[in-house]
């Protein structure tokens, strides 16, 4: 019975899924999935892209000519509503704006993301894409409103889908409601798009660029299905109650698992013996919770590998630094920290230890991990990916000539 079930609930919702592709489809013929976000690799870049892009919206003297009307919208949704037309016209925002040097128990100083100072107010953003706590970030970022805003302050802890801040980054001693707020991609600045959308239908150029920003958002917080097949998969769900709770109870990281050792392991290994490379990972490979991933090395490296890695929780990236198990002091001391050093591959992120040849995130459709990535992971589509991005690695660090230990 419960096979019957389970195998007519994946019948729906394989209708609902190609119906939404024939939806997407014919966006694609319209032109609706042009996105210049995506098309110049922007989509995930913090400060490059969102932190800019808002904070230009925000500017009362920004190029999109609305004066303080978008900034004013955005207050309200901060439940900021007490300033005169003259206070939102003389609003000051800056970007990645430096507080100071980080003090050495790292309570203060820093850059924060996006800073709107508008009468004797003061709008603290820390902007969170993809990117994992620092320690103490949110502290000095309170720490720095209470003593120089006078207390006027509001800290905003700005993430993809409202996630709290982490007691790492507020040192367990701040309160959310209290001595910060979350705001969300995927709610807040949504709403405040598409509110700014009717603000600008008088400026057709800012008007289609917060198109397709809204759009990118909806992307980036798996939005996208046409919310009607939506609907209608959750229709066919609600119908096979108990195979769905079966499915549920399984969980997805076991699946995610399964099709990693069924069609992803065996072409890794492969791949490192055909190129001469010893390929391991962790036992619990693709965990949602915990820090995990998977490594390359040559022979001839002692302690160095090529990750693939994700801390707890976060998101998928590369990088060479020491394998599991060996001496990260040592490896420092070995590998040294310099741009000389850093890979061209990893040119759009900060290089920082334990990273001294760089890192960045994969793909960003195989960044989150998960189920989303489950087709590219059968179809080989995510293991080409990999392939390609070892060699590259491999290519670039024979070409600067850099021995690892």
């Not at 334990?354 to 960045?360: K, R, S, Y």
Request: charged fraction near 25%.
């Amino acid at each position: 019975m419960y096979m019957s079930d389970l195998e007519n609930l994946l019948s729906e919702v394989q209708k609902c899924v190609i119906k939404d592709k024939q939806i997407k489809a014919e966006q694609f013929q319209r032109g609706e999935h042009f996105n210049v976000f995506s098309v110049l690799n922007l989509r995930t870049n913090e400060t490059r892209t969102h932190s800019a892009f808002l904070a230009e919206l925000l500017n009362p003297h920004g190029s999109h000519g609305c004066g303080a009307e978008l900034l004013k919208i955005f207050l309200e949704k901060c439940e900021l509503t007490a300033f005169s037309e003259e206070d939102l016209q003389h609003a000051e925002v800056l970007v990645e704006h430096y507080i100071g040097k980080i003090s050495d128990d790292q309570s203060e100083g820093g850059r924060i993301d996006i800073l709107v100072k508008v009468a004797d107010w003061s709008v603290i953003i820390e902007n969170k894409i993809y990117a994992e706590d620092q320690y103490n970030q949110i502290l000095r970022y309170y720490n720095y409103g209470r003593t120089k805003c006078k207390n006027k302050f509001k800290v905003i802890y700005l993430t993809l889908n409202g996630n709290d801040a982490s007691e790492y980054s507020s040192s367990n001693e701040l309160k959310t409601g209290e001595h910060y707020f979350l705001m969300s991609y995927k709610d807040d600045i949504l709403d405040f798009i598409q509110k700014s959308t009717i603000a600008t239908i008088q400026r057709p150029l800012v008007r289609e660029t917060l198109i397709q920003y809204a759009n990118l958002i909806k992307e980036l917080t798996n939005q996208d299905m046409n919310s009607q097949q939506e609907q209608e998969m959750f229709e066919a769900m609600a119908k096979h109650a108990e195979a769905v709770a079966q499915m549920f109870e399984t969980g997805s990281e076991k699946y995610v698992r399964w099709v990693h050792e069924k069609y992803v392991r065996p072409q890794l290994e492969q791949f490192a013996k055909e190129n001469d490379l010893i390929y391991d990972e962790v036992e619990y490979v693709w965990s949602e919770t915990e820090a995990n991933g998977f490594w390359f090395r040559k022979p001839e490296w002692q302690i160095s590998a090529i990750h693939i890695w994700r801390e707890n929780g976060g998101s998928y990236y590369s990088g060479i630094w020491n394998m599991p198990g060996t001496n990260q002091e040592e490896f420092c001391q070995k590998v040294k920290c310099n741009e000389e050093n850093k890979l061209p591959i990893y040119k759009n992120q900060k290089q920082k230890e334990p990273f001294p040849l760089g890192w960045d995130y994969l793909r960003e459709d195989f960044a989150g991990g998960g189920v989303s990535i489950v087709p590219a992971m059968i179809n080989g589509e995510f293991v080409e990916y990999i392939k390609d991005l070892i060699l590259e690695i491999l290519k670039q660090i024979e070409d600067k000539g850099i021995k690892l230990p």
